[in-house]
């Protein structure tokens, strides 16, 4: 299981604050990592010395939904690589269950963690149950194929995404909704404990948009699949995010439950944009509209 404080990281490029299925606490230079919830730090490449992600400290809840939200270049996506692995870190570290994350095997790292990203391009002519059947792969042994235990596991993600009728088209003849609903049955079909979503709804039309985040609420909903969805569309985190972290200049500019950090205050903070913030009780959620560039 996954809980607060279980995640701690450090790398050199931007960190964030939350709640508690992983966690990230400071990380002081080279210094050690504080106790608690977890930490880590990012160094650029390209500008020796400048952290990306700094002073962030970041625990999401089991079972929550957490969003983050920052201008271009603010670290969302370099922290999902982080708590994925795939990034190292520079110092600081990352948690998950109690274990650093450089401790487990690359295939216990990915029974619990799952990434969705942005845009996904297959170069081969696959087909969408091989690209679901990807997700089984952490679970099998070296030489060894998908059995018929794993078939029945990719089927049953594709239902649970609504993509069952499509298991024999080629991944590469079908709309952007589809292969975004695709590649979320891939990472259903990993059995992961938490998904890791980068711009889900990006490139999407408002129908696909509204597919995407009712597919999350349900999936959170129905097998308490713990989310962290790095977004642009502060309505998408508004409908869909418990707890939201605001990043900005790879520091946590604000972090807390949705309908008290995602205010007007703060997304002038967080953008130099003036903004209307309601609670449309129609919708159920905050809803914002932007207004015009703060001057």
């Known amino acids: ?85 795939i990034l190292p870190p520079l110092s600081g570290r990352v948690l998950i269950g109690g274990q650093p994350i450089e401790q487990l095997a690359r295939r216990e790292l990915a029974r619990r963690v799952a990434v969705v990203p942005q845009e996904t391009h297959s170069p081969f002519d696959f087909s969408v149950m091989d690209m679901v059947l990807m997700g089984r792969y952490p679970h099998l042994g070296p030489f060894e194929l998908e059995g018929a235990a794993d078939q029945e596991i990719a089927r049953e993600a594709l239902r649970a995404t609504g993509t069952a009728a499509l298991e024999t088209r080629p991944f590469a003849t079908l709309s952007g909704g589809e292969k975004q609903r695709v590649i979320i049955a891939s990472a259903l079909a ?47 985190a508004a409908a869909l995010c418990e707890h939201i972290v605001l990043l900005k200049d790879g520091r946590v500019l604000a972090h807390g439950a949705t309908l008290d950090t995602l205010t007007a205050e703060n997304i002038r903070r967080l953008y130099d944009v003036d903004a209307d913030v309601q609670f449309h009780e129609r919708a159920g959620h905050l809803t914002v509209v932007p207004i015009a560039r703060a001057h």
């Not at 059995?191 to 990006?202: F, I, K, R, W």
């Not at 597919?215 to 962290?228: F, G, H, S, Y």
Request: aromatic letters at 6%.
């Open 1 to 85: 299981m996954l809980a607060a404080t279980d995640v701690s990281f450090a790398y050199r490029r931007r960190t964030k604050r939350g709640p508690a299925a992983f966690a990230v606490a400071q990380a002081r230079k080279a210094g050690p990592v504080e106790d608690g919830p977890a930490a880590f730090a990012v160094a650029q490449a390209s500008k020796p010395g400048h952290y990306v992600l700094h002073g962030v400290s970041l625990a999401v809840e089991r079972g929550s939904i957490v969003g983050l939200l920052g201008p271009n270049g603010s670290g969302k996506t370099t922290l999902l690589r982080i708590v994925a692995g």
């Open 190 to 236: 990993q059995a992961s404990e938490m998904l890791l979503l980068d711009e889900p709804t990006a490139a999407l039309d408002l129908r696909y948009q509204f597919e995407i985040a009712a597919l999350l609420r349900r999936l959170n909903a129905e097998r308490r699949t713990t989310m962290i969805v790095s977004t642009h569309d502060l309505n998408l």
